[in-house]
């Protein structure tokens, strides 16, 4: 292993009593690595009650860490999830409000701060926020979304070309810096980050037949016909049977294949897409095809990153790292599975809005614990630079996990959260909204449009009966602007819209 000396930035240095030295100390603080993915429904991970899958080794982590019930984001869209998550702060504050903005390379953030203290940083997979990623010692990042296959990466000096699968590669490269490039007197900050689960879902070749044969279940509203809501439900352009395309459904290959991985997308492929074109089939029983074609190739993608989260998982334990370090597995934000009729996230609903947490420090965290506190990736940079005990910015607007990582309750832990989405006109046409959600009820205003949802979760887990304008909600309802408008205060929300309206298609 490679050992580039140990640095004072950061560091403590102390005398060495009666030699008349000093000697740095072997730096205890704990090692941080993130685990993120893109699009990752917590229903769709076993520890979360998923009837569709098996997710073994984030399933590990919640046997051997804490996992958060109640995690969500603050915009359900990726750039402003990671700016969110890299910041703690809302998108209207750090300026990556879409997924048109870039993050300014003068905007605080966690690793920058870790760097500083003498952390050593490194992000490898995808980044997804146009500029230069700062803060990093090292970095390996995906052109835009990324490729499944054969992808380029960025690097400081250059860019690369790898072939195979980008899951795996993306892990074969954080191994490889960990094995090779860590100052292993140093401790580390990884940001370990996938493209998968993101569209179009495609597989690996160890995954490829995964699900072959199985009929999986299908969500009780995938026939929602968006009745007991307001307009924008209907006019979204998300639907598993009207709005995917023929790569998204494997009916055509990737254009990027080497010829062996060509030969391998055929075999597994083609003789299905022949049985679908055999079948001939129209209307639901296409719509359920679409579905099952959809759900299982997610699923392959899903299965792939759980499968080299073991690989890591297992380096941790081989290099006697793991009791020290924190693992934290989340994604960007969830994902619909079918429910309502839908691929995709950007709503506040529950699918979208919510994504999976999870996170395992054996010398902090106790075995096994579930959290049920409302908590956000708001709040995942204040944790990181709290664990490493670097002061946290008045600016970031989240809160450190630490006293619920200890199993802690605290008083004035927050009793709502806040949301916000951005992005109309743009991909799958979700109107602008945003909204409050507590432990029970969730109160959304589709600003542009005048229009209001309110829904009991307890009562309408699924969010199929908005009871908005109810006279039996008219409290509640009351209640919940209020706090509404009290959070958009706290959280500095202009009472201007901040992202102007540009026409869709870019260009048009």
Known sequence: MKRRGWAARGG???AVLGLGACAPPRDTRPNILLVFTDDHAAHAVSAYGSVLNETPNIDRLAREGMLFRNAFVTNSICAPSRATVLTGQYGHLNGVPTNRDSLHSTAVTFPKLLQGAGYETAIIGKWHLKARP??????????????YYNPVFFTPGDSVRYIGYTTDIITDRALEWLNRDRDAERPFLLMYQHKAPHREWSPGP?????????????????????????????????????DMTETDLKLVPPGNLTEEQLALWNAAY?????EYEAAGLTGDDLTRWKYQRYIKDYLRAVAAVDRNLGRILDWLDAEGLAENTIVVYTSDQGFFLGEHGWFDKRWMYEESLRTPLVVRWPAGVAAGSVDTHLVQNLDLAETFLDAAGVSVPDVMQGRSLLPLLRGEDPGDWR??????????????????????????YKLIHYYEIGEWELFDLQEDPHEMHSVYGDPGYAEIQSSLYDRLMELRAAYDVPAEDPVPYTPWPPGS
């Open 134 to 147: 700062e803060g990093f010692d090292h970095f390996e990042v995906l052109r835009d979304q990324g490729t």
């Open 415 to 440: 009793d709502a959260i806040y949301y916000q989405y951005f992005e109309y006109p743009g991909w799958h046409m979700v109107r602008r909204h945003y909204g409050v959600r507590t432990d029970r």
């Open 12 to 14: 403590v240095w102390v």
């Open 270 to 274: 083609g003789p299905r897409n022949e």
């Open 206 to 242: 160890e995954e490829m037949d995964l699900y072959e044969g199985e009929e999986l279940p299908e969500p009780s509203n995938l026939f929602d016909d968006w009745e007991g809501r307001t307009s924008a439900a209907g006019t979204q352009e998300m639907t598993i049977a009207r």
